[in-house]
T-cell receptor, first 113, second 112 residues
Framework: QKEVEQNSGPLSVPEGAIASLNCTYS??????FFWYRQYSGKSPELIMS????GDKEDGRFTAQLNKASQYVSLLIRDSQPSDSATYLC?????????????FGQGTTLQVKP | DAGVTQSPTHLIKTRGQQVTLRCSPK?????VSWYQQALGQGPQFIFQ???????QRGNFPDRFSGHQFPNYSSELNVNALLLGDSALYLC???????????FGPGTRLLVL
């Protein structure tokens, strides 16, 4: 069973700090990775996708991918209370021709004013 | 530009009943994937529909079935409901089966 692992948290950071969220995956053939944000009682919202080793930046968000270490991370700079949510890491299954996503259980982030 | 829509938003059923959930994909999308999210867990892949066919199924029993219509909308049917079927059911749409998936608001199902 291919897996995606995340620390469930909660991860607590003060407002204005950098939040670092981490994820490891077991499917070495996975090529596509996604970060979704999910507010309590809501559905997942896509934040970023990343396909190549290295960093990808979008505003206050930076996704990092290291395929050799099978590690994906999301950095949130200048964290705001509105960033408080569960962050889901997902990997596209390599054995799938359908884009099936395998999700971690999510990390809960709390940004304290 | 309409996003992914799902209906109903909430549903309460009793054990043994059957339920049908509906999804309309984002404008321009032709593929629908269904996921089940239990409380405190990440979404689990149920199946995907593309060109009106089930393309892949996750580890879910045959009680879970689906359909895709010519307008790309989709239904998820669950028969003989169990208490463990209580969850948030998410529909995600994409353009072609391997492109980025965008989620609808979900249907929260409670089985009593």
């Amino acid at each position: 069973q291919k897996e995606v692992e995340q620390n469930s948290g909660p991860l607590s950071v003060p407002e204005g700090a950098i939040a670092s969220l981490n994820c490891t995956y077991s499917d070495r053939g996975s090529q596509s990775f996604f970060w979704y944000r999910q507010y309590s009682g809501k559905s997942p919202e896509l934040i970023m996708s990343i396909y190549s080793n290295g960093d990808k930046e979008d505003g206050r968000f930076t996704a990092q991918l290291n395929k050799a270490s099978q590690y994906v991370s999301l950095l949130i700079r200048d964290s705001q209370p509105s960033d408080s949510a569960t962050y889901l890491c997902a990997a596209r299954a390599s054995s799938s021709n359908t884009g099936k996503l395998i999700f971690g259980q999510g990390t809960t982030l709390q940004v304290k004013p | 530009d309409a996003g992914v829509t799902q209906s109903p938003t909430h549903l309460i059923k009793t054990r043994g009943q059957q339920v049908t959930l509906r999804c309309s994909p984002k404008s321009g999308h032709d593929t629908v994937s269904w996921y089940q999210q239990a409380l405190g867990q990440g979404p689990q892949f149920i199946f995907q529909y593309y060109e009106e066919e089930e393309r892949q199924r996750g580890n879910f029993p045959d009680r879970f079935s689906g359909h895709q219509f010519p307008n790309y909308s989709s239904e998820l049917n669950v028969n003989a409901l169990l208490l463990g079927d209580s969850a948030l059911y998410l529909c995600a749409s994409s353009y072609r089966s391997q492109e980025t998936q965008y989620f609808g608001p979900g249907t929260r199902l409670l089985v009593l």
